[in-house]
Structure formats: C-alpha cells, structure tokens
C-alpha cells in the first residue's frame, strides 16, 4: 500500500578520503547542518537579517562566518543523528568499503544505544524516515543498517534463489549457503525463510 509506504529524507553523504599520512578514511557530510541539533543555538535568520542591516563590517563578518561554521561542528558532533551514523560507519566499515550487501552484519538498535549511552527509543526516532548516501552513491535507508541475524540469513537465501539458473531444493539451498557464505542451518530453517520471503517450493519454481 502506498498509504503506508515511508519516504526517506536523505540527511547525509558517507564519502571515502584520503588521509595526511596516505590512507583512506570515511567522512560523513550532512546535506544542512541544521539537521544536527547540537548544545549550541544559531540563529541564521537574525544573523542574516543584522547583516543586510549593515550591521557587521566585513571583517566581523568573516569572523561571524568561521565561528558559525566551527559552532555547526561541534553541534553535528554532539548530535544523536551524528553519533548514530558514526556508530553504523564503525560497524558496518566492510559494507561501506565494498557496497556488497553480503558484507552488512547483525547490529541492534540496542547495541548502538549502549554504545552511544543513548537509549533504543532514541535511537529509533533518530532513524525513521531517514536514509543516507553511500560511498558507492546509492541512497541507503539508516534502518538498512540495523538487520536482525534472520534478515540477514533471509537476504542470502534470496540472493541465491534470484541467481539461480536452475530451481534448487531447499537442501541445494543449504548447500550453495555453505559453500557462498560459510553459513550452517538446517534445511527446515532454509524452508521457513523461503515461505517468510514468499518464495515458492522448488516444485512450483519448475513449472
């Protein structure tokens, strides 16, 4: 249903950089500062408004233009929306690196919240509806990054069957997870993520 559909607002850029001593690192860019509400309150409108008065010499003004600029640092920093996607840049680095989505590992909600010192609920408000862009420049919903072990095990069996040239039993598909992924489950388990992702019985898949 479309009703129910959530459209993400894309609030960041995860970009790789190369560092002073050669190396590479990921930086994160906000798209409008004003998204990472930190300690400290700018007020632009009245700072734009003084300026057009002429209030400020033009030397104020650069000054004014550097510490707002340094202000908006601090405040991205201090952010929960900052340290939450510094905290997915951590763990999920192997993604990043190689934009296979056979490299996202399990990460709770939880275990970001312990983390950051932060609480769940928190975190989740922090996520919804928001969705960032990685260094491969595809857009990424903040939520991607948190998958359960059964989502992601889901994922591979998904991945599989989408690839596969011939329909595979469940079995065929235990198999091709051990060999692909060095993943060991049950053929039961294969068929109740199979009927989970609404995927027909190899049977079906033939006709």
């Known amino acids: ?34 998204l990472a509400q930190g300690r400290y309150v700018i ?22 233009k550097k510490l707002i600029k340094d202000l908006e640092l601090i405040n991205i920093r201090k952010s929960t929306v900052y340290r939450v996607i510094h905290g997915i840049v951590k763990k999920q680095s192997a993604y990043l690196e190689s934009g296979n989505s056979a490299d996202v590992i399990p990460f709770s909600q939880s275990e970001l919240a312990y983390e950051i010192e932060s609480d769940p609920s928190i975190i989740s408000r922090a996520i919804y509806g ?10 990424k ?3 991607y990054f948190f998958p ?15 690839a596969e040239q011939k329909p595979l039993t469940d079995s065929g598909i235990k198999q091709k997870l051990k ?13 109740n993520s199979r009927k ?8 079906k898949r033939k006709k």
């Open 179 to 191: 060999e692909k992924f060095g993943l060991g489950i049950s053929r039961r388990s294969v068929a």
């Open 148 to 162: 359960s072990k059964k989502t992601i095990r889901k994922n591979m069996i998904g991945e599989i069957i989408s």
């Open 196 to 203: 989970e992702l609404k995927i027909a019985s190899v049977f």
């Open 141 to 143: 919903p903040l939520k």
């Open 130 to 139: 928001r969705s960032i862009e990685t260094p491969d420049h595809s857009e």
């Open 1 to 34: 249903n479309d009703s129910q559909r959530v459209h993400y607002n894309k609030i960041a850029s995860v970009e790789k950089v190369n560092t002073d001593n050669g190396g590479e690192k990921f930086m994160i860019n906000f798209f409008s500062p004003r």
């Open 43 to 64: 007020k632009y409108e009245r700072l734009d408004e003084l300026a057009n008065r002429g209030v400020f010499s033009e030397k104020e003004l650069k000054k004014i």
